[in-house]
């Protein structure tokens, strides 16, 4: 048997670990143990090895020369790019099935055909029917939402042109997709495309390949998350600055433990508004709780959490945790980073565990469907009155709560970066812009990505953050990142004083800002493309995505939906490192050409760096290149904070 770390090796969360050690001490199975007792398979974790037909698998060398072949012949390079496409296909697939999901609730809703639903955001409906070429003037806002909802709808199955939203791009962007032969058409069609060309005896250049899979993960980032984020807006309202608490502390040792965890947000709204409601109030106090403690985990938490305020227990690694404290009553799960190990573990506390998605079964857990368009409340009662009913059986012995939860603000869509910064009446990126030109912002990153358990839980997000910060550079985030930092404190206005360098800290207290932005879920990084287009109109900043002093990371990934957002910003002309590991050999012509030669092509690249100081100093020296480039790079060399330094920082 592996050895297993020592806990202060597994994660820097207080509530993970704690729990960690408790499951430990009962026997109980965790995915971070999992994690040691199974090695990664070397040759897996490189990519080199091919299941696509049965002449195979084939197992290539990672060392040089690279000059094993597959059966078939295929090389390495092909190897590996037809692994990365296919990666890039599933991301694809899962957030633009989402994305389909939100379409179609939508339209229910636009028909008049959902009562359990309502357009809250009316405004942001307008502004999407404008991008979308609807007319709005003198007409009805149902008629002018059913045609929204059928728009967005046809980009999912859209056989020839460029999806709608591809025009909120920079004309450069747009122009340089076009002349690669990149612009998308339906979001289906490109993972179907995908899925074919990286079949057995189809294409076979590693070029090809990547450039195929720009498409198709512009056809996510531009296409299906776009139009999810869009439509989730408008049905659960834009988010706004909004107070929320984060970590297992969120957890009431008096009341029914709600868990919800997975990716969309609908079923969530729906119990939002039945925890509150009088009926279920009542039927908790009969059960003999004081009443229901509804709380989010991973991402339809973070877009509650952003949207209401939902308190949220914890990212993708603490999922285990929350299960472990003994106290939650009932977890519900949807689609997307639901572990399996979750339903066994649940049956060693009294948490009863369902399934609610037709999609996403789990042999041992209880399936109740949950669908958007159809008796939405009702099944939302169902669920509820189960996890009201198995309060009873909460064995008190076994309940450990952890004291610890943090308060942040989050909701920082797009919009409300634009009003944030320009003020009510002049809405603007200009002031970001400004601020950036004249040097006290130098740039700013996107880090965003999953927890996983092959690296120390949130260490790698919390030390590239604050490094980032240290160095200026303004962090926007989306996903299980977002919870790390947030638990951390960075998402206070007062994290500024503390760990900014003196031009950023100077912006946040200017505009009573957190320096570290949460933007929503991982389907909501479309939004940071939207807000990078918007710097580039905006002006003084050059004429394409790829001429922004802007950098990416993803530095504890573990789902193909990461890869599928990388290539997205890749494609889109940022440079995006990630951690963890990458599934390529360095030296292969596949591998330098993702890590180097695209960005002749696409101005952005990739690049892989596991250690949080490196990925740091990656992004900063990229935005100074950036900066000088714009020829506004005076007096803006990297600092390298020592802890000394960090500590006069902090003073
Ligand atoms: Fe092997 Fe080629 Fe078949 Fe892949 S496609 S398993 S490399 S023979
Ligand atoms: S939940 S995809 S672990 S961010 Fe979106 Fe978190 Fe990554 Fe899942």
């Known amino acids: 048997m592996a050895k297993l770390r020592e806990i202060q090796d597994v994660t820097i969360c207080e509530t993970t670990a704690e729990m960690l050690k408790k499951a430990r001490d009962a026997g109980l199975s965790t995915a971070f143990d999992r994690a040691d007792e199974m090695s990664a398979c070397p040759i897996g974790a490189k990519s080199a090895c091919c299941k696509h037909c049965v002449m195979g698998p084939c197992r290539l060398s990672s060392k040089a020369p690279y000059d094993k072949v597959g059966v078939c012949g295929a090389t390495i390079d092909t190897i590996q790019a037809r692994n990365f496409a296919r990666m890039v296909a599933a991301g694809t697939a899962a957030h633009s099935d989402h994305g389909r999901e939100m379409s179609e609730l939508f339209l229910s809703i636009a028909k008049g055909e959902n009562p359990d639903y309502q357009i809250r955001d009316e405004a942001k409906l307008l502004a999407v029917a404008k991008d979308l070429g609807v007319e709005t003037e003198g007409r009805e806002v149902k008629d002018v939402a059913v045609e929204v909802a059928e728009i967005c709808l046809s980009q999912f199955g859209q056989q020839h042109g460029p999806l709608k939203f591809l025009e909120r791009a920079p004309e450069a962007r747009f122009k340089k997709w076009q002349e690669l032969g990149l612009l998308p058409r339906g979001v289906d069609r490109e993972v179907v495309e995908m899925m074919h060309r990286t079949?057995?005896?189809?294409?076979?250049?590693?070029?090809?390949?990547?450039?195929?899979?720009?498409?198709?993960?512009?056809?996510?980032?531009?296409?299906?998350?776009?139009?999810?984020?869009?439509?989730?807006?408008?049905?659960?309202?834009?988010?706004?600055?909004?107070?929320?608490?984060?970590?297992?502390?969120?957890?009431?040792?008096?009341?029914?433990?709600?868990?919800?965890?997975?990716?969309?947000?609908?079923?969530?709204d729906m119990l939002c508004e039945l925890a509150e409601d009088p009926e279920m109030l009542a039927k908790a106090k009969e059960a003999g709780a004081e009443g229901i403690n509804l709380v989010g985990m991973c991402c339809s938490g973070n877009e509650q959490l952003i949207r209401r305020g939902l308190k949220h227990a914890g990212n993708f690694m603490q999922c285990d945790a929350v299960i472990i404290t003994g106290a939650v009553d009932g977890m519900m799960v949807d689609v997307q980073c639901i572990q399996q190990g979750l339903v066994s573990l649940s049956q060693c506390f009294h948490t009863k565990f369902f399934t609610t998605n037709y999609r996403c079964k789990i042999e041992g857990a209880e399936h109740i469907e949950f669908h958007g368009t159809e008796n939405a409340r009702q099944s939302g009662v169902e669920l509820l009155t189960k996890a009201i009913e198995n309060f009873k059986n909460r064995d008190a012995s076994k309940v450990t709560i952890p004291d610890t939860r943090e308060q942040m603000i989050g909701g920082f869509s797009h919009e409300t970066i634009n009003y944030m910064l320009g003020g009510t009446f002049r809405a603007s990126y200009t002031p970001l812009n400004d601020n950036i030109i004249n040097g006290r912002i130098r740039g700013v990153a996107g880090v965003v990505g999953c927890t996983n358990p092959r690296v120390k839980h949130d260490w790698v997000h919390y030390e590239l953050v604050k490094e980032l910060l240290a160095n200026d550079v303004l962090v926007v985030q989306t996903g299980c990142s977002a919870i790390t930092m947030a638990k951390m404190g960075f998402m206070q206005p007062e994290a500024a004083a503390k760990y900014c360098g003196p031009g950023l800290r100077e912006v946040c207290e200017a505009v009573g800002m957190p320096p570290v932005l949460?933007?929503?879920?991982?389907?909501?990084?479309?939004?940071?493309?939207?807000?990078?287009?918007?710097?580039?109109?905006?002006?003084?900043?050059?004429?394409?995505?790829?001429?922004?002093?802007?950098?990416?990371?993803?530095?504890?990934?573990?789902?193909?939906?990461?890869?599928?957002?990388?290539?997205?910003?890749?494609?889109?002309?940022?440079?995006?490192?990630?951690?963890?590991?990458?599934?390529?050999?360095?030296?292969?012509?596949?591998?330098?050409?993702?890590?180097?030669g695209i960005e002749e092509d696409l101005g952005g690249k990739w690049a892989f760096e596991s250690d949080p100081n490196k990925m740091a100093a990656l992004m900063i020296d990229h935005i100074n290149k950036k900066r000088e480039a714009l020829g506004i790079h005076k007096k803006k060399e990297r600092v390298l904070f020592d802890m000394e330094a960090r500590r006069q920082l902090e003073v």
Not at 203 to 227: E, I
Not at 530 to 545: C, N, P, W, Y
Not at 572 to 584: D, E, K, Q, W
């Open 199 to 268: 079949a057995m005896g189809v294409d076979q250049d590693y070029k090809n390949l990547t450039l195929g899979a720009a498409r198709c993960a512009l056809a996510d980032g531009w296409g299906g998350s776009m139009v999810s984020t869009e439509l989730s807006d408008i049905m659960f309202g834009t988010p706004k600055p909004i107070r929320g608490e984060v970590d297992l502390g969120v957890l009431d040792a008096n009341k029914v433990n709600v868990v919800v965890h997975g990716h969309e947000p609908h079923m969530l």
């Open 518 to 596: 949460h933007s929503g879920a991982c389907v909501d990084n479309s939004r940071i493309l939207v807000a990078l287009s918007e710097m580039v109109k905006t002006g003084g900043l050059g004429d394409d995505i790829s001429d922004l002093p802007v950098a990416g990371a993803a530095p504890e990934y573990m789902s193909e939906k990461a890869i599928a957002i990388g290539h997205y910003f890749v494609a889109s002309g940022v440079f995006t490192v990630f951690g963890v590991t990458f599934p390529a050999i360095e030296g292969t012509k596949w591998a330098e050409y993702l890590f180097g």
